[in-house]
């Protein structure tokens, strides 16, 4: 008889009349890696928050724990059970230190008192076990998305955990960083603790699963065994059918020089001693798709950031030209009016605001358009915001549906969709698909495609070289700050665009 850590049966939670989950089964073996894969929207998150007591009272269905029939409170009673989930977006305060992050909420006192001796020991135990050797006093604010992942972990096993979830825990990080963090949960199995993973990065789950079922619109399609498992296998039970291509055909019409930067200098907004990008020199051509590849802290986020308006640096110097004439763009209205747009890596931060509804974060940055003597037009913004969803193909139930319910595809396309309205001529994406499934991917793979083929310039910056080598037609490699190669697409290899974003001197033939 197969042992069981969790049986889900028949789990249905809906939102405002809208069924996202719908009879979902789920079971998940003692000791294993249980992948849990599905387009955005497919309720992968959801089952998760209705395991840990997120929605106690607002879901039909059966949760057995242990062989236990449960209905959790909220997180804290499935936390004692042994039951800890680590979501996307970590929640750790910058402000505070490690052992204050790791033991927030769990204190370590003696009548009232914290021990902070004790505190700091067990926090010791913790980083060693998770393998990360950092000063416990150490602000959280000073340590890379990657090790704070690590201390996300360390401070779900100061609960005791039996049960964890890690809901895409590879998705900010670079390759080095995700192989650590995958090897650290194949040592957890090895030690007899269960994992759950939500995770859009196929190669990995093919890697380190044990099982996997796949969710498609709020159901349980299949949960496949070991030897069934295969990247073609996941993608066509998530959409339905074999995906013969991951990138759309590509058939450029490049042009000439469009965008140029030349001698780029960025310092540190505080640090203003310290070169964030050092002496750049770039180029977009009309009809092309260029790609910046770069390990995490090379600066190719501040570099598209600070000719966006400034947005980031002080201290910048250098000059850039559109169609061979020198542009000064001095604030974010300035790029704007300039031609350029920029979207942010962090969708949910800085590039929607979530309070808002789709009609809003479409329009928000091209007002004027809609607007006449300073007075907004409802009737053009409402018909703005209702052609994009069609153009873009957003899945919503209507333009005034809040962008915080949405799934991460959709939030994705809603903020290109905000971009375009601007109707830029040089478009910077940052980590364009990051969170995303594959279908998902594909969709906004042909929104880029289809941009470049209208005359447009656009940069691709991405930690995924299988996305730099599949879109773009050149490729910048860059590290510490400067760009260290220049690949054409036919040229380039994962393992060559490796060897360059590592070389320590800039060198772009």
């Not at 990051?434 to 083929?453: L, P």
Request: aromatic content about 6%; glycine content about 8%; some cysteine.
């Amino acid at each position: 008889m197969t042992d069981y850590i969790l049986e889900m049966k028949g789990i249905i939670k809906e939102f405002s009349g809208i069924r996202a989950l719908d009879q979902v089964n789920l079971t998940i073996e003692r000791g294993e890696i249980h992948a849990l894969c599905g387009e955005n929207g497919a309720g992968k998150s959801t089952l998760m928050n209705v395991l840990s007591g997120l929605y106690p009272n607002a879901y039909q269905g059966e949760i057995l724990y242990n062989g236990e029939v449960c209905r959790f409170k909220g997180l804290k009673d499935s936390e004692e059970k042994g039951i800890v989930i680590i979501h996307q977006e970590l929640a750790l305060s910058p402000y505070l230190s490690i052992k204050e992050n790791i033991f927030l909420g769990n204190e370590q006192a003696n009548r009232g008192v914290i021990d902070w001796d004790l505190t700091e020991r067990k926090t010791n135990e913790l980083l060693k076990k998770v393998g990360l050797p950092l000063d416990p006093d150490i602000l959280v604010s000073q340590i890379g998305v990657g090790q704070q992942q690590l201390v996300e972990i360390a401070k779900a096993f100061s609960k005791s955990v039996d049960l964890l979830i890690l809901d895409e825990p590879t998705a900010a990080l670079n390759e080095e960083e995700s192989e650590n963090l995958l090897a650290l949960i194949q040592e957890f199995k090895r030690q007899g603790i269960t994992s759950i993973i939500i995770s859009h990065k196929l190669n990995e789950i093919v890697r380190v699963a044990d099982r996997i079922t796949i969710l498609r619109d709020g159901q349980t399609i299949e949960t496949l065994e070991t030897k069934e498992i295969s990247e073609e296998r996941i993608i066509r039970g998530m959409v339905g059918r074999d995906l013969t291509s991951r990138y759309p055909e590509r058939q450029p019409a490049i042009g000439e020089v469009y965008f140029e930067v030349k001698d780029w200098t960025v310092h540190h907004p505080i640090d203003n001693q310290r070169i964030i990008n050092d002496r750049i020199d770039f180029h977009i051509r009309r009809g092309e798709i260029v790609g910046i590849a770069g390990l995490m802290g090379a600066g190719r986020t501040e570099f598209a950031m600070s000719l966006f308006g400034r947005s980031y640096g002080s201290h910048i110097s250098g000059h850039i030209f559109k169609e061979g004439k020198e542009i000064v763009v001095k604030d974010v209205p300035a790029a704007i009016r300039n031609g350029l747009a920029y979207v942010s890596e962090d969708r949910k931060s800085a590039g929607l605001n979530l309070l808002m509804d789709i009609r809003e974060n479409t329009t928000i940055a091209s007002l004027g358009k809609i607007s006449q003597n300073g007075v907004l037009d409802k009737e053009k913004e409402v018909a703005a915001a209702e052609d994009f969803r069609k153009k873009m193909r957003t899945k919503t139930s209507s333009i005034y549906q809040n962008v915080g319910h949405l799934s991460g595809g959709n939030q994705q396309k809603v903020v290109l969709a905000k971009w375009l309205m601007t109707q830029p001529d040089i478009l910077f994406l940052d980590e364009p698909t990051r969170g995303i499934d594959v279908g998902a991917k594909y969709e906004i793979y042909t929104i880029i495609e289809e941009m470049a083929a209208s005359g447009k310039a656009v940069c691709i910056i991405s930690s995924e070289l299988p996305e730099i080598l599949g879109m773009c037609d050149r490729i910048y490699t860059m590290n510490e700050g400067r760009l260290t190669g220049e690949v054409l697409r036919e040229e380039a290899t994962q393992e060559g665009l490796m060897n360059l974003m590592t070389k320590e001197k800039a060198g772009v033939k």
